[in-house]
């Protein structure tokens, strides 16, 4: 079956994802004035039920971000959720998925401005195992491309048009040969990844780049701050220096498609020695038994569909 034939979420109704088609004058195709959300649904094949991951966080984000860009949605969390679990009951899925949830300028305007302009809400679903290759460590590069500030186009906001950056970096270091991108801030400072946030460890110390470094606020590294914490791992927030990366004992990505992804190699110098580090390790793979609603500690981060 072709994901076009999948059921998807668009203008009130569900209906197969080929229907769902907006105008070519649409304000969002012309200026960029699309906020979304990427959320994941793991299917427990013991439990036989697939399962939200912080479906409510993401969905605050979500809300967050359209309100920076002035826009408004006809739904609540709670009904957003429902949605949610509705898609996944309508497609019948028994496997790994990703919901692309967005809010979009909808209307046929010729000015870029946002207020006064009507929005629309969809969704649409994917298969989805792994984005990044978890099983092998990434080689990553910085990107000669600078991360967008928070004056330029805010990146707590995942309005589409800021993606235009990530994807000149992505496509900057994939086509030297690497795996993924790292950005820079506009002071020089390390950011995040061109769609992870990024975490590295010194001396048994985590260390992870401030909202203020121009990052989207993830809900994955929220998520690994927190298992830290509980865990009694030490962790701080703070800026990281591009120098610090390339001598760090490990480096680590996270996000919903990457998960906590971990990289072997930065600009041609090793990282450690080359394998994954035991403070990756430990949280790759609890973070897995979390999602897949195998630990108990952490199940109020997860809503089951059935
Ligand atoms: N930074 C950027 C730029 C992203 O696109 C993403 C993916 N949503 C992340 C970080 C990770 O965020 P999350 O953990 O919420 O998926």
């Not at 995040?192 to 260390?207: C, W």
């Not at 830290?228 to 996000?255: C, H, M, Q, W």
Request: glycine share 6%; net charge neutral.
């Amino acid at each position: 079956m072709s994901n076009l034939d999948s059921i998807a979420f668009h203008e009130g109704e569900f209906k197969p994802l080929r229907e769902c088609t907006v105008n070519i004058m649409t304000h969002a195709l012309q200026y960029g004035t699309m906020v979304f959300g990427g959320i994941r649904g793991y299917y427990n094949n013991d439990k036989n039920n697939v399962i939200l991951f912080r479906p409510k966080d993401h969905f605050k984000r979500l809300l967050n971000s359209a309100k920076i860009m002035q826009m408004k949605c006809k739904y609540s969390i709670e009904e957003m959720i429902e949605i949610l679990k509705e898609l996944v009951k309508r497609n019948q899925y028994k496997s790994n998925i990703y919901f692309r949830p967005f809010i979009y300028k909808s209307a046929l305007r010729l000015s870029p401005s946002l207020h006064d302009v009507e929005d629309s809400f969809s969704i649409y679903t994917l298969l989805l195992d792994d984005y990044l290759d978890t099983t092998r460590g990434l080689r990553v590069a910085v990107s000669t491309w600078r991360r967008i500030d928070d004056n330029i186009i805010p990146t707590r906001a995942k309005v589409s048009g800021g993606y235009a950056n990530s994807a000149l970096a992505k496509s900057e270091v994939i086509q030297n040969g690497f795996d993924e991108a790292i950005f820079l801030d506009q002071k020089g400072n390390v950011s995040e990844g061109s769609a992870e946030n990024i975490f590295i460890v010194r001396d048994g110390v985590i260390y992870t780049p401030p909202n203020h470094s121009s990052i989207l606020e993830g809900i994955t590294r929220k998520s690994i701050i927190e298992i830290a914490k509980r865990e009694n791992i030490p962790l701080e927030i703070r800026e990281i220096a591009r120098s610090e990366l390339y001598i760090a004992d490990e480096v680590f990505f996270t996000g919903t498609g990457a998960q906590v992804a971990w990289i072997t190699e930065i600009d041609r110098r090793v990282i450690g020695n080359g394998t994954i580090g035991p403070i990756t390790k430990f949280l790759k793979e609890k973070y897995q038994k979390i999602v897949y609603g195998e630990d108990k500690e952490y199940e109020d981060w997860l809503v089951y569909v059935y």
